[in-house]
């Protein structure tokens, strides 16, 4: 049996609502899916649960639908991880948080280091942030989340880190030796840490775990990282690319403390 199209719509639903699908999705349905009237879709607007519908009249690149039915779902999972991901260039960043959303990261904030190829600024910034938030949404359409990841502006890594690091994490000076805290996380990736993730215990609240761009960190960078108490854990003997660390990282602590 195959499973109904999921469609991310940025806009209120409730069960007996009719309207036409958005432009996008539209013709998505009707052209590449070849959908026909009294097929069943899934809809959702990342604000919790899905909805059922049925397609009532396709024109064209018109595709008025009627929700029938409202599933209170999520396919979240029990570890909670941000991603701040050193920002590399074109594809290879679409292709690090598809497979991160994927993968259950709960948000991701770029990092424009030092050593990132793409420099982004402006309204070039604001597009690049629109695209990747619509990778996101198209992640969530493929895997079955509900809750849509939110990307937020680039940050140099010095500026993240001394202003905002991510919600629920204590000031430096709260944190234990070994940076364990109460509401979550830093870490890190670096194949010179002596530590592995499989080294640390289960999380308490949520993780923020850190991945630079090609060619990685600078010096100043990883002193950064070490001042703000961040733990440096490596995957092995392997140097990996900057599209596969970050996931080849997520998916070992979905192994180890999620649901994998």
């Avoid at 990342?46 to 009627?66: F, H, L, M």
């Avoid at 030092?114 to 604001?126: I, P, Q, T």
């Avoid at 194949?191 to 923020?208: I, W, Y």
Wanted: net charge neutral; with cysteine.
């Amino acid at each position: 049996m195959m499973t109904a199209p999921r469609f991310y719509l940025d806009q209120p639903l409730a069960s007996g609502a009719r309207f036409s699908l958005p432009p996008g999705p539209a013709r998505h349905a009707a052209r590449a899916l070849r959908l026909a009237v009294d097929d069943t879709v899934i809809l959702f607007n990342g604000q919790g649960g899905e909805y059922t519908a049925r397609i009532e009249r396709i024109q064209k690149d018109e595709v008025a639908v009627s929700v029938i039915g409202f599933a209170d779902i999520e396919r979240e999972s029990r570890l909670r991880v941000m991603l701040a991901q050193g920002i590399s260039s074109g594809e290879r960043m679409d292709y690090t948080l598809q497979k991160a959303v994927e993968l259950g990261v709960t948000a991701i904030q770029p990092i424009a280091a030092k050593r990132s190829v793409v420099k982004l600024a402006g309204e070039r910034a604001d597009r690049r942030v629109a695209h990747w938030q619509g990778v996101v949404a198209s992640a969530c359409e493929q895997c079955g989340r509900n809750q849509v990841p939110v990307v937020a502006p680039p940050l140099p890594l010095a500026h993240w880190l001394g202003h905002t690091i991510f919600h629920g994490l204590q000031p430096v000076e709260n944190r234990s030796p070994s940076g364990q805290q109460k509401d979550g996380r830093l870490l890190f990736l670096s194949p010179l840490a002596e530590a592995r993730l499989a080294d640390l215990p289960p999380p308490v609240m949520q993780d923020c775990l850190v991945a630079g761009p090609e060619g990685g960190f600078e010096a100043d960078e990883i002193a950064a990282l070490h001042a703000a108490g961040a733990i440096p854990v490596r995957l092995g003997a392997r140097v990996l690319r900057t599209e596969t660390a970050a996931l080849a990282a997520l998916a070992a602590m979905q192994t180890l403390w999620g649901d994998f």
